[in-house]
């Protein structure tokens, strides 16, 4: 997924990601994050700044609810 390093990612975006892992990759949505945090932030959480951050968390608490 290409990146835009204009403004914050919204939630539904990383919804989209996040699933997109779990569903190529047959794995839970913890080890999808786990993926995401080293695949698109480097490890980094400061990499797109932190409100992407936060929209990050906040799609992976709602689909770790589902």
Same mark, same amino acid.
């Given at each position: 997924? =290409?990146?835009?390093? /204009?403004?914050?990612?919204?939630?539904?975006?990383? +919804?989209?990601?996040?699933? +997109?892992?779990?569903?190529?990759?047959?794995?839970?949505?913890?080890? /999808?994050?786990?993926? /995401?945090?080293?695949?698109?932030?480097?490890?980094?959480?400061?990499?797109?700044?932190?409100? =992407?951050?936060?929209?990050?968390?906040? /799609?992976?608490?709602?689909?770790?609810?589902?």
């Amino acid at each position: 997924m =290409t990146v835009n390093h /204009a403004g914050a990612l919204k939630k539904e975006y990383f +919804l989209s990601y996040l699933n +997109l892992i779990r569903l190529s990759r047959n794995c839970t949505i913890e080890q /999808a994050k786990e993926i /995401a945090m080293e695949l698109f932030f480097h490890s980094n959480i400061e990499e797109y700044g932190l409100q =992407t951050y936060q929209q990050f968390l906040a /799609a992976f608490h709602e689909l770790q609810k589902k």
